[in-house]
């Protein structure tokens, strides 16, 4: 019996030894939709925990190329995804996934009757943006550069989900987030759709780590990602197209 029972004590061992964890780096804007992929993917691979890093895409592309442990990386926009592989620790083709455009949120019921792009320069709004070097706010200036309007926000945010949160809490009047944030706030805001962000279209790309230590995996979460269910799930999240 003590012989069987350490022979089961190994065996147990063994399978604790055997599973693994892939880190994903992804934007903000992916959470809610990745959070959702992660657990199917777990449901299909036992023995595989996926652990999520969520915030803007630069910080987490600066983070990589500090030698930051992740196996895969998933963007908001080409130009963050560019930075990481000029790091030299992404190697092979990036893959799109999805798009997402603008939108401008406020407090629900849209209490400062915003109309359109050109609103948002009114006196006295308390406007959020995303900061310039975050993908949301690359996709900002270019629409209001081209619209030739100049927007005077109290407040760039890191990460597109921040914006988010200062217009929930009441800490902001509007805000511009992707249609997939506005989305994911439900009633918590009002949305004004404003025909200029289609001068501003982010295309998402996701690619696996050169130094992954989990390299089969990483792909197989990469393929979920860009697959058939993947897309399914991103569009349910308010995700187009790549």
Do not use: W
């Amino acid at each position: 019996m003590a012989v069987g029972a350490v022979a089961l004590a190994g065996c147990g061992a063994a399978d604790k030894s055997s599973s693994e964890t892939v880190t994903v780096f992804a934007a903000a804007s992916l959470k809610g939709v990745f959070t959702d992929l992660g657990r199917q993917f777990e449901a299909d691979h036992p023995g595989v925990n996926v652990q999520f890093s969520f915030a803007g895409s630069s910080d987490l592309a600066a983070q990589i190329n500090q030698g930051a442990p992740a196996d895969v990386f998933a963007a908001a926009d080409p130009v963050t995804m560019e930075t990481a592989v000029k790091g030299g620790r992404i190697t092979e083709a990036t893959r799109n996934f999805a798009n997402n455009v603008l939108t401008i949120v406020t407090a629900p019921g849209n209490p400062k009757h915003l109309a359109g792009l050109g609103d948002l320069t009114q006196p006295g709004l308390q406007l959020v943006v995303c900061a310039a070097p975050v993908p949301c706010g690359r996709a900002t200036k270019k629409i209001t550069d081209a619209a030739g309007i100049a927007l005077k926000p109290v407040s760039e945010e890191a990460a597109v989900t921040d914006v988010l949160t200062k217009v929930t809490t009441g800490q902001a009047d509007a805000g511009l987030v992707y249609v997939t944030d506005a989305t994911s706030a439900g009633a918590k805001v009002s949305t004004v759709a404003f025909p200029e962000a289609a001068a501003a279209v982010n295309t998402y790309p996701i690619a696996v780590l050169r130094d992954t230590p989990h390299g089969a995996s990483a792909h197989a979460f990469e393929d979920l990602v860009t697959g058939p269910k993947g897309r399914a799930a991103l569009q349910g999240a308010g995700f187009g197209a790549p």
